[in-house]
């Protein structure tokens, strides 16, 4: 079954750092944007950060400096580092990426991230 699977969310204390990472499963990564989004509660999707086949990457303004995204494509992964997160970062993160061999994008499960003392 081709999807994605996100790891890495819990529970921080402000100021606090997670890394999470997104892994093609029965396929990989096909040409084109990787993406992590957030839903905070009450709140809309919104782009956190993107990644693009060569490495080209935007961050969200709130997270510039904080967020770092990276990809490894022999592995078919995409990170994201999250380091001095704040209780506004709280949400569940989705990674949305295009698979092989369709091209088409796909969401995963969520992963929630709790920013908290």
């Known amino acids: 079954q081709v999807q994605l699977v996100e790891s890495g969310g819990g529970l921080v204390q402000p100021g606090g750092s997670l890394r999470l990472s997104c892994a093609a499963s029965g396929s990989g990564f096909s040409i084109g944007l990787v993406g992590w989004y957030r839903q905070g509660p009450g709140k809309q999707r919104e782009l956190v950060a993107s990644?693009?086949?060569?490495?080209?990457?935007r961050y969200l303004p709130s997270v510039r400096g904080r967020f770092s995204i990276s990809r490894d494509n022999a592995k078919n992964t995409v990170d994201l580092q999250m380091n001095s997160l704040k209780p506004e970062d709280t949400a569940v993160y989705y990674c949305?990426?295009?698979?092989?061999?369709?091209?088409?994008?796909?969401w995963g499960q969520g992963t929630q991230v709790t920013v908290s003392s």
């Open positions: 949305n990426a295009p698979l092989l061999p369709t091209r088409q994008y796909y």
């Open positions: 990644i693009e086949s060569g490495g080209s990457t």
